[in-house]
């Protein structure tokens, strides 16, 4: 696990967008697990920047996101599926074939979750899987308590998540209870995962998934065990951690062939 502290949001969107951009530059047929919500809004309009400046080609990318609201329908202004085509989808050339979000209407949760592991199999599995952390520490929506092992399956919503995402709906009893979302077992069998936290009020969340113990309690934890994760967060959002100035040394003092971000 690598943990990177830049000065501001927008200073660590940047870097995670060119960690995106490299990855599809290596493979162009790079399958992308993407997440929803404000923190990763700074690297969609960065990678989006790229496509319509440096010519950052999406034609070939598939895309998995995490999770998506139950009941909800895609043109709902809260959904996944309105989230990503406002903000991301619709400012790059990827092919709607290719994009792939949980269905929150499916009539059938059990089979639709079934069906959407197997559609990550056959795409190859996800290449690099961009995620948010809750400000308990949850991954997608794996509320604290998830198996670490749990696959794609309908989640019952904490009042605490429901109250985080009150923002993005016009009253709070309108957020919905449950969810869609890929489980901890599907994000670990990502190639590589990276990790966005940005503010204060995700600075304990931040601590106790990189420094503390292993436990499903902080679902972001499990993260310590992944081969290759990344860690990009801003100084407010490392305000809690007790090696922060290690971090930054060692970023600081790459070697020359890890340095061209």
Request: aromatic share 8%; charged share 20%.
């Amino acid at each position: 696990m690598e943990i990177i502290i830049l000065p501001t949001p927008e200073e660590a969107s940047a870097v995670a967008a060119r960690l995106v951009a490299r990855q599809i530059c290596e493979k162009p047929s790079s399958v992308l697990g993407l997440a929803t919500g404000g923190t990763p809004c700074g690297l969609y309009r960065e990678l989006a920047r790229m496509h319509s400046e440096e010519a950052l080609d999406f034609a070939r990318v598939t895309t998995f996101n995490l999770d998506e609201y139950i009941g909800l329908d895609p043109a709902h202004q809260a959904s996944f599926h309105y989230f990503m085509a406002e903000n991301f989808f619709r400012h790059i050339n990827v092919p709607p074939t290719l994009i792939h979000i949980p269905n929150g209407m499916t009539a059938d949760v059990p089979a639709h979750c079934e069906a959407y592991e197997q559609a990550i199999k056959a795409a190859g599995g996800i290449d690099l899987q961009i995620l948010g952390l809750g400000s308990d520490g949850h991954l997608g929506f794996n509320e604290p308590g998830s198996s670490l092992a749990s696959r794609t399956r309908i989640k019952t919503l904490t009042e605490r998540t429901r109250r985080d995402n009150t923002r993005f709906f016009a009253e709070r009893d309108t957020v919905p209870h449950h969810v869609i979302t890929m489980g901890l077992g599907t994000i670990m069998e990502s190639r590589m995962c990276l990790l966005l936290a940005f503010g204060r009020g995700k600075a304990e969340a931040v601590a106790a998934s990189v420094e503390g113990p292993v436990t499903a309690s902080v679902p972001g934890s499990l993260l310590q065990f992944h081969p290759r994760t990344k860690v990009i967060i801003d100084v407010e959002a490392a305000n809690a951690l007790t090696r922060a100035d290690y971090y930054r040394w060692v970023y600081q003092n790459k070697p020359a062939w890890q340095t061209n971000l």
